[in-house]
Structures are given as structure tokens and as C-alpha cells.
């Protein structure tokens, strides 16, 4: 289990609140080692204090998935970062956005440009699944 507060559409006033709320609630759980604090890009998390995280996550699934799948990981934060490790392997790894060093294979500069990505993955492996495509007009 985990919670997060995503605080990405509040103002900053409204952000500094909710983070002072949020530590305020779980600072004490945090000193008894009781839960783990995450303070990511517009996100505040609490986890249980067990040693999990979005890359074993994906190790988790992909244990489960066929032999030929191909893992695709798009994330936008530093907590991504453990998931973007484990699909260099057998994947493609995409950070949202061009600030900051990143394990993943590639960026794109914002959430809105993932449907028009996802549309182009498709299509490629759609043609290469078939073996054969045709020419683009």
C-alpha cells in the first residue's frame, strides 16, 4: 500500500499548505520508522517502510507477463527513476519532461505528447509485427 498527494494543480500557496499538512500527519509515523517519507516532483508519498519501489514494481509484472513482452515505462518523477533502471534491461524507458538526469532511454517534453508517442509505437509494432508496412503518403 501507499498514498500520494499530487499537489501539481495547486498554486504555490495552496502547495506550501498541503506539504505543511501532510508532514505535520506523517512526521510522526516517520520517527518510529512506521512509514517511508517521498517528496517527489509534485507529489508527496507514504509508503510502508519495506524494501519496494516502482522498479521492483515492474519486476513484479513483468515475472508475470509473456517472455516476449516488451516493457514501456513513461514517468515524470525522480521516484520513476527505479523503474527506468530495471526496463533498460527489456524496455523503453520515457521521462516526461527535460530537466534533470534520468536513466530512462529517452524524453519528451510533456504529458500531452504521450498519445501522439503511444500512436507511433503502436503503429511500428503493429508493422513489424505483420512484417511488413505501407508506405507512408
Known sequence: YSASV?????????????????????????RKKRVILSDGKEVLEIRPPAKWDKGK????????APKSAFLIYIGDDNTDEDAFRVVRKKGLGVKIGIKGPSLAHMRLPSLRQIPGFLKILQNEFSCAHARQCEPKA
Not at 495547486?10 to 508532514?23: D, G, H, W
Open 6 to 30: 499530487h499537489t501539481r494543480t495547486l498554486n504555490p500557496k495552496a502547495k506550501r499548505k498541503a506539504r505543511k499538512i501532510f508532514f505535520r500527519l506523517v512526521a510522526p509515523l516517520a
Open 57 to 64: 514494481a515492474v519486476l513484479f509484472i513483468n515475472k508475470r
